[in-house]
């Protein structure tokens, strides 16, 4: 069973600050997901990252897919309170299609 | 118009009851899914369907059956109902490209 850890689990910052959150596995991943999902709503795909050491930007997030495609982070710049909400990754085996899920960070940004 | 659409929002229901969940797709897409969310775990994968003659089991399939009524079509039923059952339910679809999930808003169901 492949496992992915995310971390923090909970990240409460001000306005204004940046931040990065982590998910970790043993595992290797052929690509990673990541997801933002707000209260109320369904998690909304941000970006998916395919090759070993990838970066990939969206405005304020970087997203970096570790050299050994086990791990990734997502660095926000100058966090808005529109930021907000659950931040889940998700590893896709080497079958393709078969996503695993981490447990989620929720970020909290306060004006 | 929301591409994933799951019916009902919310649901309430008793202990031993059947109950159906219900979700509709506009995107064209072949393979669907139905994960359940609980609070520090994530999401995990209940039932999964690659086409309309296709079901698979998912991690966490026990208590749970589906039904592929056509490609945009795919519910999800509780047999009989039990209160570890309470949680927020998903229906997402992929394209076989990209395999990134586009979600439903989700159905808040509480077991009591």
């Known amino acids: 069973t492949q496992l992915l850890e995310q971390s923090p689990q909970f990240l409460s910052i001000q306005e204004g600050e940046n931040l990065t959150v982590y998910c970790n596995s043993s595992s290797v991943f052929s690509s990673l997901q990541w997801y933002r999902q707000e209260p109320g709503e369904g998690p909304v795909l941000l970006v998916t990252?395919?090759?070993?050491?990838e970066v990939k930007k969206l405005k304020r997030l970087t997203f970096q897919f570790g050299d050994a495609r086990k791990d990734s982070s997502l660095h926000i710049t100058a966090a808005q309170t529109g930021d907000t909400g659950l931040y889940l990754c998700a590893g896709a085996g080497n079958a393709g299609n078969m996503l695993t899920f981490g447990g989620g960070t929720r970020l909290m940004v306060k004006p | 118009d929301a591409d994933v659409t799951q019916t009902p929002r919310n649901r309430i229901t008793k202990t031993g009851k059947r109950i159906m969940l219900e979700c509709s797709q506009t995107?064209?897409?072949?393979?669907m899914y139905w994960y359940r969310q609980d609070p520090g775990l994530g999401l995990r994968l209940i039932y999964y369907s690659f086409d309309v003659k296709d079901i698979n089991k998912g991690e966490i399939s026990d208590g749970y059956s589906v039904s592929r009524q056509a490609q945009a079509k795919f519910s999800l039923s509780l047999e009989s109902a039990i209160p570890n059952q309470t949680a927020l339910y998903f229906c997402a679809t992929s394209d076989r490209k990209t395999g990134g999930r586009y979600f439903g808003a989700g159905t808040r169901l509480s077991v009591l």
């Open positions: 990252v395919v090759t070993g050491g």
């Open positions: 995107k064209g897409h072949d393979r």
